[in-house]
């Protein structure tokens, strides 16, 4: 049995407890972006795309295994290496490179968290607020995220994963209840376990309104189910997520000798984030797969409306609620990722409490809040910029991906079942990558 730094045998109770870095992982990746975009597949292509879901899941917990088995083994950081090797401008790139996938991803978070209110106080309530009125409650919000960082604590880290450990059982009971009250079928849930073609349920609404140019549409509604296609397969297999891994097991302090406690936490989190997405995808495909288009999906009020005949006017509270634990849960750990990966790529260490990681968590924050207040005072659709944001994130994952695997192939150990995983998920990212570039392209 496997013993604690202390010396003590590691019981099944101690293990449970001392999990945490892949819980951080599942807390920042299941944000309210990838909640809305699961909730947007499941809406348009049923149970179809379910199968997805434990695929990206799987290749999740192989990077994430290997960033942490890299964060244990190595002296130095991910960046350092890149920088030894290659060069400091290299380590430039690849810092650069996730600070923009975490901008994306913030960016939906601040417009998730507009829906998450709306589902909470009602559509008609939200929509007496004016654009310029709900930009500056979210940089209220971003500021109180920034007081939190600033006003620290030297436990951070510690306080950070009890608080996803919360927000996580907070997600799994909402969606779970909205996931029961949607009363799916057992046989429809295991067939879309099988891999298929999804058949869009727009074909059928696209049949009833007349079209001046039926080829532009069909390629361009090719386009966008692909970025939906893709933006959930991001959701779950988030390698910038994975990346960070390696640098909470060195906050964390974790040595070889918890390599096994490694894999177990890597199992245990990615698994729960996987159970939550396909919750999620459930209840929409359960509730709203060929009653609304997903072009009307438009808040959290709506997601959750064919369920108020059981819910009653509970129903967009609770389907909120899980959004809101999302976007509380990715707001400051997502930015924190781009600020410690950023702050190491170019050379200034990747300490938490460091005044440096600091300042550049706060620009990730506060570029994510431009970013969103833009596209809600433009009146862009959230639910469309949630998507599209989600797919674009992917362009940066190869170059992450790539360094993960090279730093895999260096250790001596490295078991080959997971040498075939994170190759698997290189090719997965860069095929993703390269499709959306044709698409946005084309």
Not at 113 to 128: F, P
Not at 278 to 291: K, Y
Request: aromatic share 8%; with cysteine; hydrophobic share 55%.
């Amino acid at each position: 049995m496997e013993s604690s730094a202390s010396g003590e045998p590691l019981t099944p109770r101690k293990t449970l407890f001392r999990i945490g870095p892949a819980i951080v992982v599942a807390a920042v990746v299941l944000g309210p972006g990838s909640i809305v975009t699961a909730s947007r597949v499941g809406c348009e292509y049923g149970l179809s795309l379910l199968w997805v879901v434990p695929v990206a899941g799987v290749l999740m917990i192989g990077m994430t295994t290997a960033a942490m088995l890299i964060g244990v083994s190595k002296r130095e950081t991910l960046c350092q290496s890149v920088a030894n090797a290659f060069g400091r401008p290299a380590a430039w790139v690849v810092g650069i490179s996730l600070m923009i996938a975490i901008t994306l991803f913030q960016a939906s978070n601040n417009n998730a968290m507009l829906m998450a209110v709306g589902g909470l106080i009602g559509k008609d309530s939200m929509s007496g607020f004016s654009s310029l009125a709900k930009s500056g409650w979210l940089l209220l919000f971003n500021f109180g995220i920034i007081g939190i960082l600033i006003a620290g604590r030297r436990d951070l880290y510690r306080w950070i994963e009890r608080a996803m450990m919360g927000l996580v059982g907070m997600m799994v009971l909402s969606f779970g209840l909205s996931m029961l009250a949607s009363s799916p079928s057992i046989v429809d849930i295991a067939w879309g376990l099988i891999p298929s073609s999804p058949e869009s349920s727009l074909s059928a609404s696209n049949a009833l309104e007349p079209s001046a140019s039926p080829d532009a549409d069909a390629v361009s509604m090719s386009a966008i189910s692909w970025m939906s296609v893709g933006a959930l397969i991001a959701t779950t297999f988030s390698v910038a997520g994975a990346f960070y891994q390696s640098y909470q097991v060195r906050e964390k302090g974790w040595t070889v000798a918890q390599t096994r406690l490694g894999i177990i936490d890597s199992v245990f989190g990615i698994s729960a984030l996987a159970v939550i997405t396909s919750m999620i995808l459930i209840t929409a495909a359960t509730a709203l797969h060929g009653r609304i288009a997903p072009s009307e999906l438009t808040d959290a009020s709506v997601v959750a409306m064919s369920l108020e005949p059981l819910f009653g006017k509970w129903a967009s509270i609770v389907f909120a609620l899980g959004i809101l634990a999302g976007a509380v849960s990715s707001f400051l750990v997502n930015a924190l990722i781009g600020g410690v990966v950023f702050c190491d790529a170019l050379g200034w260490g990747c300490k938490m409490q460091s005044n440096q990681v600091r300042f550049a968590t706060i620009a990730a924050l506060l570029l994510g809040w431009a970013i969103a207040s833009t596209v809600s005072l433009t009146g862009i659709d959230l639910v469309s910029f949630i998507v599209v944001a989600q797919s674009l994130t992917v362009l940066c994952f190869p170059i992450l991906a790539a360094v993960l695997v090279w730093q895999l192939h260096s250790l001596e150990r490295a078991p080959m079942i997971l040498k075939i995983l994170v190759w698997c998920g290189l090719l997965v990212v860069v095929g993703l990558a390269t499709r959306t570039v044709w698409n946005l392209v084309g």
